[in-house]
């Protein structure tokens, strides 16, 4: 007989399964029964979304009997993507650390990747500079307690005594990576014209 964690280990997946299908409609029953599609396809285009996206909103209305319109959404996407494809927005969407959509214009392409990259840049800088602020923290009371004494996860007094010694430069390698983060994300922030 199979022990109820067992069976609460086997359901719990399933059901969680079955809350994220339901919760993954694209349009509430209200908005495709008023099916405001030009606004819908303008949200759909602000978001950078593919005009796959409109079979998605088909299929979540279809559970309420509507249809999208497809004419009226294409060309709220279409005015939607003029808000999406411009340099301020590549480069907003690459400092959360995303790629942009390839819904964009050819023409409008290598400008708005170039943006997406610097972007991207400063995300990752500024990730790495977290990280390691982080390390120097945990370095730092680290070396306090070694110095103070404290044996840590240490088995000898010699062990212990070694890792004392060993971070200081290591605490000073990592100012000086935050040091040398701060100052290229300062550059980036110089750099950005958009």
């Not at 005015?79 to 400092?95: P, W």
């Not at 964009?104 to 943006?115: R, S, V």
Request: charge should be positive.
């Amino acid at each position: 007989m199979r022990s109820f964690v067992q069976v609460l280990a086997l359901r719990l997946p399933l059901l969680g399964s079955i809350v994220l299908l339901a919760g993954c409609a694209t349009l509430s029953k209200e908005e495709c029964t008023v099916g405001n599609w030009q606004t819908i396809g303008y949200n759909d285009g602000v978001a950078g979304y593919y005009s796959d996206r409109l079979a998605a909103h088909a299929k979540a209305c279809a559970k309420v009997g509507t249809a999208p319109d497809y004419q009226t959404w294409e060309r709220g996407r279409q005015q939607g993507l003029q808000q999406y494809c411009t340099t301020s927005n590549a480069y907003n969407i690459g400092k959360r650390g995303r790629d942009l959509n390839s819904v964009c214009p050819a023409a409008l392409a290598n400008a708005l990747q170039q943006a997406n990259q610097q972007g991207q840049r400063y995300y990752n800088l500024n990730k790495q500079l977290t990280e390691d602020k982080l390390l120097l923290e945990k370095h730092q009371a680290e070396y306090i307690k070694l110095r103070d004494g404290e044996m840590l996860d240490f088995n000898t007094e010699k062990e212990a005594r070694a890792r004392l010694l060993s971070l200081p430069p290591e605490l000073q390698r990592i100012r000086y990576r935050i040091a040398t983060t701060e100052a290229k994300l300062t550059l980036e922030n110089q750099k950005t014209h958009f």
